[in-house]
């Protein structure tokens, strides 16, 4: 069993970190919208708590026993300690503009924690651990291969068909993936009297209702042709409410909130990845994606997990319009603390079934294990054929719904930066640039060395953009600028190392980690999923990834690959870099950036 220290990590209910995602909205707004949108937040209440410190406790042996701060159970409200309560004062209203960070307290490494990848098995103590086979694990590397595999699992899908997304797109590439579904659908109806094929679909409400043509109107006929086996539900985000709905126009309500979880599944295939279902994305923006083949305890897993965000969204009816279940507390319009209860209890309940039906499956395989083991040595080695192999690889799910007081990707994932030992090496990338200041103090404060991969201006998609949206790209240059600076100014250019990827024609999506041991030339451990590692992903957003933990050389070989066609198509960043003249920041996105930079 593994032995853990126990990780005190100081939950800032407004820590001034980052963000990570659709920056493109921020171009339409001057920075007096911006501030009232800030200052609409604090005002609705949003700003007005604190929270307890919260550990990690990956002892051997120990159950979880601070879950409930990963669920917002031990939250402090202003009643409780009134000397920490914020009063709604005028001045105060800039509270969320002028706050400093509130620095992480962390634990030194531990010397005693297990080698190789048994050592991350304390993941289990938050999440449900599923061990498989690497034979069932496949790496994907292009945008083409990862569309044309949605097609063939929605042609052959018997049972289900889950799709969780952040929208669908209305394009020619998008509407062939409809297509398959009612032609998959229609051969299902044909079938049977009773067809057994049932289709889920989860996206985002703002994001899905932009425009006239949206992904609403994409999926509306497969409602009104297969009303008993399709369904769409729409996650509205509980904070976009009352005078903030009322004033924040399309497109920039969805800096508020979203749905942003990417997982497709078709009976026991599951498609991991942070690619929505856009034509960008089935062609020309780099992304990640692995399958995990003949998998059916993570199948239900994410299907009971994507079933209990539905629950909780709008239901997208035949004639347009949306309604909650019966008996649902409506996310905007209803109570918000009831409606965010009763969600975290919905996925919560899901987390912990799981995890407890895979420990009893680990006890029933444990002890079926030590009897074959008996036979075997009393039968010889022609019992064996029957038996299934022993697991060489561990996925763990990591959900982040900061809204319903879930926090267990940041958890896992600032215990993974803090515990990361001398001489191992963090290959960490994203889209967006725009690292929480709790991520930020962990890579500058830790042994580890670290390889960041972000996107070059020439492949953010606003590259070249009319307008104050050509300054997008800038005010990510600025905050890579900034951290960058951080780094020299601790001498740590040589341990943390920045590259910018660049491809002609592409742009650029990638988000995750890879984890190198000390003394390794292949990575055991990788992270991937929907979060970016932001403000938004932190706080914002519903978040979900995996950590694939293995021990098998062949697929630490594939993760490996995949990390290094990546990083092949980049350059380091030296301080020569911001010195070129389409690197240079005007000093009015250098203002507004540090006043934006928690929306996107």
């Not at 659908?185 to 079938?191: H, N």
């Not at 508020?256 to 599944?265: A, N, S």
Request: include cysteine.
């Amino acid at each position: 069993m593994s032995c853990f220290p126990l990780l005190p990590l100081l939950v800032r209910g407004r820590s001034r970190g980052c963000s990570d995602l659709f920056c493109p909205l921020l171009c339409m707004f001057s920075t007096s919208d911006l501030v009232l949108m800030n200052l609409l937040e604090v005002w609705e209440g949003r700003s007005c708590y604190c929270e307890p410190f919260r550990c990690i406790g990956p002892a051997c042996g120990s159950s979880f026993t601070s879950l409930g701060a990963v669920c917002g159970k031990q939250r402090l409200c202003h009643t409780e300690l009134p000397h920490l309560s914020f009063h709604r004062s005028s001045w105060l209203l800039l509270a969320p503009l002028l706050t400093p960070p509130v620095p992480v307290v962390t634990a030194p490494p531990c010397s005693l924690c297990p080698e190789g990848a048994h050592r991350f098995q304390w993941i289990r103590n938050l999440v449900p651990e599923f061990g498989i086979s690497s034979s069932h694990v496949k790496v994907l590397s292009s945008p083409a291969e990862f569309y044309e595999l949605l097609k063939v699992q929605i042609k052959t899908a018997k049972q289900r068909v889950v799709m969780a997304s952040l929208y669908l797109g209305t394009g020619l590439l998008e509407q062939e993936l409809v297509d398959c579904l009612e032609e998959t659908l229609e051969k299902s109806l044909q079938a049977k009297e009773s067809p057994d094929l049932r289709v889920s679909i989860l996206l985002d409400y703002t994001r899905g209702s932009r425009g006239r043509k949206n992904s609403r109107t994409m999926l509306i006929p497969l409602l009104q042709r297969f009303p008993e086996q399709v369904r769409v539900s729409l996650f509205h985000t509980p904070n976009l409410r009352g005078l903030l709905k009322l004033l924040i126009p399309e497109r920039f309500n969805e800096t508020i909130g979203l749905q942003h979880i990417k997982v497709y599944l078709f009976d026991d295939n599951v498609i991991l990845s942070g690619a929505n279902l856009s034509d960008l994305y089935f062609t020309n923006r780099q992304d990640r994606y692995v399958l995990l083949q003949d998998s059916p305890e993570i199948a239900d897993f994410f299907t009971e997990l994507v079933d209990a965000i539905g629950d909780v969204s709008l239901q997208l009816q035949q004639d347009d319009t949306v309604q909650m279940m019966e008996g649902m507390v409506h996310p905007y319009q209803g109570d918000k603390v009831a409606y965010c209860e009763i969600a975290n209890r919905r996925v919560m309940e899901v987390i912990n079934s799981a995890r407890t039906r895979q420990e009893l499956l680990h006890a029933k395989t444990f002890h079926s294990s030590q009897q074959s083991n008996s036979v075997l040595s009393q039968q010889g080695s022609q019992a064996s054929g029957g038996l299934k192999p022993e697991p060489d690889t561990w996925i763990y799910p990591l959900i982040q719904m900061k809204p319903f007081g879930i926090q267990i990707d940041e958890m896992v994932t600032e215990t993974l930066l803090t515990e990361a030992e001398r001489d191992a090496r963090i290959y960490l990338t994203t889209g967006y640039f725009n690292l929480t200041q709790a991520y930020m103090d962990l890579i500058l404060g830790t042994r580890a060395e670290y390889r960041i991969l972000l996107a070059s201006p020439e492949v953010n998609g606003f590259f070249g953009a009319k307008g104050v949206a050509g300054a997008i790209p800038a005010a990510y240059v600025y905050i890579e600028h900034q951290f960058y600076s951080e780094v020299c100014y601790l001498h740590q250019q040589e341990r943390v190392q920045l590259q910018e990827y660049s491809r002609a024609g592409w742009t650029f999506h990638a988000k995750g980690l890879w984890l190198y041991l000390a003394g390794s030339n292949l990575p055991c451990l990788t992270l991937i999923g929907s979060p970016n590692f932001g403000y938004r992903s932190v706080h914002r957003d519903l978040e979900a990834q995996v950590a694939i933990v293995t021990e098998n050389k062949a697929l630490q070989q594939q993760l490996h690959q995949e990390q290094e066609q990546l990083y092949l198509c980049s350059g380091v960043v030296s301080s020569s870099t911001f010195e070129q003249p389409n690197r240079y920041v005007k000093l009015w996105v250098k203002l507004v950036t540090p006043l934006i930079k928690n929306f996107f």
